[in-house]
């Protein structure tokens, strides 16, 4: 989400030098924008005019997706495309109420080198928020601290998947060692570590090199496994690349034991007292427009296909593959309450038992790194959730 998808990262071109700016082109022709739910805060409890910066910026890990809906869901009518920044602009709203303020969504991805959130909020301080992985967070906290102020996946949605007509018998990722199965993974993460640390992995299975998707899977038969998303791949090796065509089995990575926060809305540590009257209002207006998102993600979804286009990058995106994105994170619980009622909050205990796996199985120094350094559900409203 930062999001992995290889075949279309290797038709990702870098930024287009010769972009142009689309003023007042909506997915709705600038009429409507992408909002379409209505949250239950009126007048004051809206306006974030003189609360909050003129335009507040957030920066993704990744191109236009689904995975990024809820950010989307904020941006109201009359947003202007600017293709060669990649980055829409527009009213920032609460439901159908105009809060006062501009909301700037940048995409991540080659636009910005692949470089990590958290080190683009410290080089443009004009980004107010952004996505980062807490396993990030902790190791760049000395450098670059950043806070989690909204979860907004409950749990990753990174997974290994596997050909379920080869390997009948393999229910979940453990069940792959046991019939000696090797598994592309890409690039090394922390997982991994976890992933050896707890048996469920031997490193002799571990394939590292940066095989092309789908090409490398597709020509191994379905004899070897594969790291990738669970709101990505599973569609399009089934629907969009007809050399599979069938489906794929997968485990979350987070149903293993792994308990991290993928995709959590940071800011600046700093910015957690200093932007505290603007974070009080703002993050209920997120949580909501998560909501209101998977209420109807008709409209936003438009918006998403409509830059795809625009920036021009490479990146492929279909309607159907943002469709299937919408189903799978509410299908496996990537977006969900919880364990309890409310959307966005962080599970300090969960927090806590990230940090000292963290601590065991890697060598990331994360000594003196405390829960209130990485997370904080102060701004969180505890009301606002998905229905049940």
């Not at 470089?115 to 928020?129: C, G, H, R, S």
């Amino acid at each position: 989400m930062g999001v992995i998808l290889s075949l279309l990262l290797l038709l990702t071109a870098c930024s287009d030098d010769g972009g142009e700016t689309d003023e007042g082109q909506g997915a709705t022709g600038g009429s409507t924008g992408a909002t379409g739910g209505v949250t239950g805060a009126t007048g004051d409890a809206v306006s974030l005019s003189g609360v909050c910066p003129e335009t507040v910026a957030i920066q993704l890990d990744w191109e236009p997706e689904s995975e990024h809906g809820g950010i989307y869901q904020l941006v109201g009518p009359g947003y202007e495309i600017d293709t060669e920044r990649k980055v829409v602009r527009g009213p920032l709203m609460a439901g159908d109420q105009d809060t006062g303020v501009d909301v700037e969504v940048r995409i991540g991805g080659a636009a910005v080198g692949f470089q990590p959130v958290q080190a683009l909020m410290y080089q443009d301080t004009d980004i107010f928020l952004g996505f980062a992985r807490l396993t990030e967070a902790m190791a760049s906290n000395a450098d670059l601290p950043v806070i989690g102020v909204m979860a907004y996946f409950e749990k990753s949605p990174f997974a290994i998947y596997w050909d379920p007509q080869t390997y009948p018998d393999v229910d979940e990722i453990a069940d792959l060692k046991d019939q000696g199965v090797t598994v592309y993974l890409g690039r090394p993460d922390v997982f991994q570590d976890y992933f050896l640390a707890e048996g469920i992995m031997d490193e002799s299975q571990m394939d590292l090199a940066d095989h092309p998707k789908p090409a490398a899977f597709v020509g191994q038969g379905g004899s070897v496994a594969e790291a990738g998303f669970a709101t990505a791949e599973p569609y399009l090796y089934e629907v969009e690349v007809p050399e599979w065509g069938r489906p794929v089995e997968l485990q979350l990575i987070h149903d293993t034991g792994f308990p991290e926060y993928f995709q959590a809305i940071v800011a600046r540590a700093a910015d957690i007292d200093g932007e505290a009257d603007c974070l009080e209002r703002l993050v209920p207006i997120m949580q909501q427009a998560l909501v209101d998102y998977f209420a109807d993600p008709g409209p936003a979804n438009a918006l998403i296909l409509e830059l795809v286009e625009a920036y021009d990058t490479g990146w492929v995106y279909t309607e159907g593959a943002a469709d299937f994105a919408v189903e799978q994170q509410l299908a496996l619980g990537i977006v969900s309450n919880g364990d309890n009622a409310t959307l966005g909050d962080f599970d300090e205990a969960r927090v806590a038992d990230l940090l000292a796996i963290i601590d065991r199985v890697t060598d990331i120094d994360v000594g003196g790194i405390a829960v209130e350094d990485l997370v904080t559900n102060g701004f969180i409203d505890p009301s606002i959730g998905l229905p049940s």
